[in-house]
């Protein structure tokens, strides 16, 4: 999967993915009222999306595999998100949290320190597992039907996957890591300086997380050892100062995208204390094989 700017040519199958998204994914918004569900679509044609995608002050990208559009979003350059669809054929594979992801970078890019929506009832639990409360008395945009004003504040998280060396600021984290009585970053070290774990196979990755200039948060993605074709959340760990702040769900959910590009299971062995945490980023408890949790791909598909 590749999120990429729409071109004018992907209007009709972008149309066609926002369509059949309201119709068969948002049920729970229309209950299959036809005079809410000829008000919600009467702006989803192609020309209209077409008009969509030339708008300078309006970003719309799509969620690609092969010539296939899985999802599209749309984000204005105030920081409005106003789309944020996933095509019924591609449910439960991380594509609106992927696209959600691009959107927020997006409006970064464009200057902005915040993110606002209008979320369907549909779409209301996912938009709170990314971050997003709850910003004013519902409206009733779509049609009879409430949605629900949304706000997030977008810290200015910066992502680098490491491939050469152990990042700048590593000793720093490995010193708190080990006053706290973590010796998860003293292992990232060591294995990295013999070469025993590069996270340099298929699938796998390691990601540092800054904060303004200061290096946050580590984690990676390894090969898992007992679950064929599975991956496992390894040497997550985020600096105290910069805990409950966003950085370590920015971090979290980037390895989640990695895994989903490979279409990859992924565990964890969650820390005591940090199992509500990796629960609101979709995993359930499951005590097997050496890790405690699962991630259950069953995220909501997003309309609106």
Avoid at 34 to 51: F, M, Q
Avoid at 99 to 107: D, F, G, I, K, S
Avoid at 162 to 183: D, M, S
Wanted: charged fraction near 25%; hydrophobic fraction near 40%.
């Amino acid at each position: 999967m590749k999120i990429r700017d729409a071109v004018p040519a992907d209007a009709a199958a972008a149309c066609q993915v926002l369509r059949r998204s309201i119709v068969e994914l948002c049920v729970a918004d229309h209950h299959n009222d036809p005079a809410i569900l000829e008000r919600w679509l009467a702006n989803k044609t192609p020309e209209i999306v077409t008009s969509w995608i030339a708008r300078p002050d309006n970003s719309v990208l799509v969620a690609v595999e092969g010539a296939a559009i899985l999802g599209v979003g749309s984000v204005r350059d105030p920081g409005e998100i106003t789309l944020n669809y996933v095509s019924p054929d591609a449910r439960f594979r991380g594509v609106s949290r992927a696209l959600l992801r691009a959107l927020e970078a997006r409006a970064i890019e464009r200057g902005n320190n915040q993110c606002t929506l209008l979320s369907t009832e549909t779409a209301r639990h996912f938009y709170h597992s990314n971050g997003y409360a709850e910003d004013g008395p519902p409206q009733g945009k779509f049609g009879t039907s409430s949605s629900y004003p949304m706000s997030k504040q977008l810290a200015a998280i910066r992502l680098e996957q490491v491939t050469e060396q152990l990042p700048a600021g590593f000793e720093t984290l490995r010193v708190e890591a080990l006053a706290e009585g973590y010796k998860l970053v003293e292992r990232l070290a060591v294995d990295w300086a013999s070469g025993a774990t590069r996270f340099d196979r298929a699938g796998e990755a390691l990601f540092a997380a800054y904060r303004g200039g200061d290096l946050a948060a580590v984690g990676g993605l390894t090969i898992d050892p007992a679950i064929p074709g599975a991956l496992r959340m390894r040497r997550f760990y985020v600096r105290n100062e910069f805990r409950r702040s966003g950085v370590g769900r920015r971090l979290a959910a980037a390895l989640l995208d990695r895994a989903a590009e490979e279409d990859r299971q992924v565990m964890v062995n969650a820390a005591p204390g940090t199992e509500a945490f990796w629960q609101s980023l979709g995993f359930a408890a499951d005590e097997r094989d050496g890790h405690t949790h699962m991630l259950q791909r069953a995220e909501s598909s997003v309309c609106g």
